[in-house]
Structure formats: C-alpha cells, structure tokens
C-alpha cells in the first residue's frame, strides 16, 4: 500500500499543549496534505506543502517534510477542546495521476 | 459560499438492495470525487471526474458501483447490488482546478446495510 502511515493513532492532551502528529509515506510526492475531521462530518482541508518546500505555517498549525525521510509533521500549538477531531494526511504521488491517497488518522483529544 | 451538499445522510439497507447517493459539489469546481470512509479508517478514493470525465476509477468495484456526472455538476453514485462490506460513509468532495489542491468535502452519507 502506498497510503501514508499516521503516528501516533490516537493522542491526548490537556488544552494549551501542543500536539504533534506524524505521517510516514513510501514514494516520491508532489505534495502532501493535511485534512481534519470532526465526528460524522466531512474532512476539512487544513494545509498543503509541496515537495521543494520544508516548512510551512497557517495560524497554530505548523507543518515540515523531510523528503529524504519521506515524512511529515503536524504541530498544533497551544491546543484548544475545540482542536479535538481526527487528522489525516494525503499524499499525491508522483505516477498517481494526481489521486490523493489518505493515511489512517490521528485521534486527537483535547481536554478542558 | 455553500459548500458541497449530499443526501441522504443517512441510509438503512438490506443486503442485495440498491441505493444511490446524490451529490452537489460547489459551484465552478470542475473536479468531483467519491470516497469511501469505512469506520476507523482514511477515505479511499472510488472515482474522480474532471468536468463530466472519468479520470480515475480504478478502484471502483465496477461490478456493483456505478458513477455519473452529467453536464459536468451533479453526480450519483450507485451501488447494485449492496453487500454488507459496504457499510461506511460515502464521502464526494470538489475541488477547483484539474488537480487535487484543496479538497472541500460534503458531510457524506452513512449507510448501513444489514
């Protein structure tokens, strides 16, 4: 399976934490995304870093990529209850056709 | 701006049922995909439409799921006859371009089928 691989698969942490979530993947990517989703609702796009890019920032959220690696990391900093939903990474893959392959999740609980 | 409507929400059926699942992505977004989200588990991509196009089904049970986007809008996704390994969420989802940046998703369908 090429789909990326999410570490830890569930995390709790008390409000004001931060959180940090991994994805591992196997192939080369033209970028890989993050998603999160709340319970029986869709997913909702949170970011996308491109392969020549390392770092990248949007309000609380940070995320990396190591190529050589080939992984990912996203940072939640100073978590809130309202943070507390499933994260997924998607990567597009080089060959893919641009089809966007979702790892499993992380469960991330936030407690007041 | 409306984001991307599904329905049902819900769905109960029995095995070796039909059901069909209706789906509105936003408006101007020219790429439409199907999703299946079995519990615990990411989604998993059935089909992808550019405009009224398939561009990627291959992994649509073609035997039992069917898709179709006419005028490039609305699409329906069926499933005939249903088994119970079919039990998840159905998830369609829109983006802007021909790539896959930024996907906005619908709140999806649960079936259930007994």
């Known amino acids: 399976s090429q789909q990326g691989e999410e570490d830890p698969q569930a995390l709790s942490i008390q409000e004001g934490e931060n959180a940090t979530m991994n994805c591992s993947y196997k192939?080369?990517?033209?970028?890989l995304q993050w998603y999160r989703q709340n319970s029986g609702r869709g997913l909702v796009h949170l970011i996308l870093?491109?392969?020549?890019?390392r770092e990248k920032h949007s309000g609380r959220l940070r995320v990396t990529l190591d190529t050589s690696k080939k992984s990912s990391s996203l940072l939640i900093t100073a978590s809130r209850a309202a943070d507390t939903a499933s994260y997924f990474c998607?990567?597009?893959?080089?060959?893919?056709?641009?089809?966007?392959?979702f790892g499993e999740g992380t469960q991330l609980t936030v407690n007041p | 701006e409306a984001g991307v409507a599904q329905s049902p929400r819900y769905k109960i059926i029995e095995k070796r049922q039909s059901v069909a699942f209706w789906c509105n992505p936003i408006?101007?977004?020219?790429?439409l995909y199907w999703y299946q989200q079995i519990l615990g588990q990411g989604p998993k991509l059935l089909i992808q439409?550019?405009?009224?196009?398939?561009?990627?089904d291959s992994q649509l049970p073609k035997d039992r799921f069917s898709a179709e986007r006419l005028k490039g809008v609305d699409s329906t996704l069926k499933i005939q006859p249903a088994k119970l390994e079919d039990s998840a969420v159905y998830l369609c989802?829109?983006?802007?371009?021909?790539?896959?940046?930024?996907?906005?998703f619908g709140s999806g369908t649960q079936l259930s089928v007994l």
């Open positions: 989802a829109s983006s802007l371009g021909q790539g896959n940046e930024k996907l906005f």
């Open positions: 998607a990567t597009d893959y080089e060959g893919s056709g641009s089809r966007l392959t």
């Open positions: 870093i491109r392969s020549n890019e």
């Open positions: 192939t080369s990517i033209n970028n």
């Open positions: 439409f550019q405009n009224n196009g398939v561009v990627d």
């Open positions: 408006s101007g977004h020219a790429t």
